[in-house]
């Protein structure tokens, strides 16, 4: 398989600049071009490895990693240095965790504002009081 970045970037569900971003980056490698003449001639060419390392990046990215985090699970695949994946893997769970804690905390108290505001036509919105003063 030989693909241009277009069609790359079309497979793997992003945009062509998310995956020049990703080359900046070190995720991605950029290839070499073929054919053309002189300066800015011929094309880039990507591979099914680059696909499946898309793929990655992209799935990590759902589960949460940062990009950095990202690069070192890469580095780490190739080495399959298992006790460092689960060590990020559960920082990544602690993080989700603590995340998952503060949004039920911040849906309670929208809930509960809510439920003042449908309880008197009174007055300020408690709502739109309560965000004054932050």
């Known amino acids: 398989m030989q693909i241009t970045i277009g069609k790359l ?19 991605l ?12 001639g ?3 060419r990507y591979d099914a490895d ?9 799935a990590a990215q759902g589960a949460g990693f940062t990009l950095d985090e990202i690069g070192e699970l890469l580095e780490l695949e190739v080495g399959d ?7 990020l893997a559960r920082q990544r769970i602690e993080a ?19 439920d003042q505001c449908v309880a008197s036509d009174k007055g300020p919105c408690p709502i739109l009081r309560a965000f004054e003063a932050f």
């Open 96 to 114: 989700l965790d603590a995340k998952i804690a503060q949004m039920t905390e911040t849906r309670a108290a929208l809930a509960r504002l809510a």
């Open 9 to 27: 970037a079309a497979a793997g569900g992003v945009g062509v600049e998310t995956i020049r971003y990703y080359q900046r980056r070190g995720l």
């Open 50 to 58: 680059d696909l499946r390392r898309l793929k990655f990046i992209r």
């Open 29 to 40: 490698a950029t290839p070499a071009r073929t054919g053309g003449d002189g300066w800015g």
């Open 42 to 44: 011929g094309i880039r």
């Open 81 to 87: 240095d298992r006790v460092q994946v689960r060590h």
